[in-house]
Nanobody, 123 residues
Framework: QVQLVESGGGSVQAGGSLRLSCTAY??????MGWFRQTPGKEREGVAAILAGVGTTFYADSVKGRFTISQDNGKNIVYLQMNSLKPEDTAMYYC??????????????????WGRGTRVTVSS
């Protein structure tokens, strides 16, 4: 069993930065990712990382602004969000998968989810 705990959300003005953290409690994982969702819309993949190896994946909408990284020793994944825009406003969720052959930014591949942390970007 894996438990994911997110932290670091909050409110910021456009152009600002936030860093989200996700601590994974449990066994080693293959993929960890960050997803976001706004009311009435499907959850979308933002960034993912192949744990241990460090290969990263990003949605086009966040490339060059967001950076996903890991602290293997502490089983923590971070999402550094810079140059935030109002359209980045959403509930952000951490997710984890034991499965190797998944679409890294696809919701279906992830079995474990955190409760989410809210990010609000004002113009």
């Amino acid at each position: 069993q894996v438990q994911l705990v997110e932290s670091g959300g909050g409110s910021v003005q456009a152009g600002g930065s936030l860093r989200l953290s996700c601590t994974a409690y449990g066994s080693s994982l293959y993929f960890m990712g960050w997803f976001r969702q706004t009311p009435g819309k499907e959850r979308e993949g933002v960034a993912a990382i192949l744990a241990g190896v460090g290969t990263t994946f990003y949605a086009d909408s966040v490339k060059g602004r967001f950076t996903i990284s890991q602290d293997n020793g502490k089983n923590i994944v971070y999402l550094q969000m810079n140059s935030l825009k109002p359209e980045d406003t959403a509930m952000y969720y951490c997710a984890a998968s034991y499965t190797t052959g998944i679409q890294p930014l696809g919701v279906r591949g992830y079995k474990y989810w955190g409760r989410g942390t809210r990010v609000t970007v004002s113009s």
